[in-house]
């Protein structure tokens, strides 16, 4: 059996308990949970600060962490199955259980239930904080800092329209492996968008194109609605309506709404064209 990677930890030295029989690899181990103390925290490809980020994951986040050396955690997100190397220093012993999600693009925490306090800490579109008191308009976190209330939603409550909440990402500059308001890229800008919505997504655009909807039988523009996910090798964009998409790319380096006819025209001219679309 072949197992990506990407979403099964395992090497040759180590892998998680969980693949015992499933993959070859000199000891297996169950894994200590990690939870994210910094607003966002790259996962790398190597224990290294110069490896390519593949993704991030974002404050209250639990990670499973398999191995710790030289100042690196490599170990497995809780949100999407992704595997890599993250920082040891933006890891902490899990706190309070969460008991609400950040429900906009970004908002700060605050080091008093004042607007005006200092520092100010930014945090990132589904982020979980655990609220422990609330405080006029701020709820109370475990470390004794607020957050605004009016920009949580309790965990049980979900957005209803994935699209609506990419158009909040509009002009959002594009980073490769980024997936908040501080940059990110196409997949990153779906996945939080579904994860939003309480929809389960997985992290890359090739993942995407196995797993999201159901494929149509052309990869035509004619007849596509909002919602509709249209995938090229390495990139994915999201009908708005009719004739428009929106997607975090390369060419604009930002999020962007553009009609979906020459997205597909100057996207043929260096990457190729359309390999298939979706409908959720």
Request: net charge negative; proline share 6%; aromatic share 8%.
């Amino acid at each position: 059996m072949t197992l990506d990677p990407r979403t099964h930890a395992y090497r040759d030295d180590l892998a998680a308990e969980s693949l015992r029989g499933l993959v070859g690899a000199m000891r297996f181990v169950t894994g200590e949970p990690r939870q994210v103390c910094v607003p966002k925290a790259g996962v790398h490809g190597a224990p290294d600060e110069t490896a390519r980020i593949d993704t991030e994951t974002i404050f209250g986040e639990t990670v499973t962490v398999y191995d710790e050396c030289d100042g690196w955690s490599w170990g497995q997100l809780a949100g999407d199955g992704y595997v890599g190397y993250v920082r040891s220093d933006q890891l902490r012993e899990p706190a309070d259980a969460p008991t609400h999600r950040v429900c906009v693009p970004a908002t700060l925490v605050y080091s008093a239930a004042d607007l005006k306090s200092q520092p100010a800490m930014p945090i990132y579109m589904n982020s979980l904080v655990a609220v422990t008191a609330i405080e006029g308009d701020y709820g109370k976190l475990p470390d004794g800092r607020y957050i605004m209330l009016r920009h949580l939603t309790c965990l049980s409550q979900v957005a209803s329209d994935p699209v609506a909440i990419m158009r909040q990402f509009v002009h959002v500059p594009y980073l490769w492996g980024g997936k908040t308001h501080a940059g990110l890229d196409c997949s990153g800008l779906v996945q939080t968008a579904w994860q939003a919505c309480g929809l389960a997504c997985p992290r890359d655009s090739d993942m995407m194109e196995a797993f999201l909807g159901a494929p149509l039988p052309s990869t035509s523009l004619g007849g596509l609605r909002c919602g509709d996910l249209i995938f090229w090798d390495g990139h994915v964009a999201v009908m708005i309506d009719g004739e428009n998409l929106i997607h975090a790319n390369g060419h604009h380096m930002a999020v962007a709404v553009e009609p979906a006819a020459d997205a597909v025209s100057r996207i043929a001219q260096s990457f190729g064209e359309v390999t298939g679309i979706r409908r959720p």
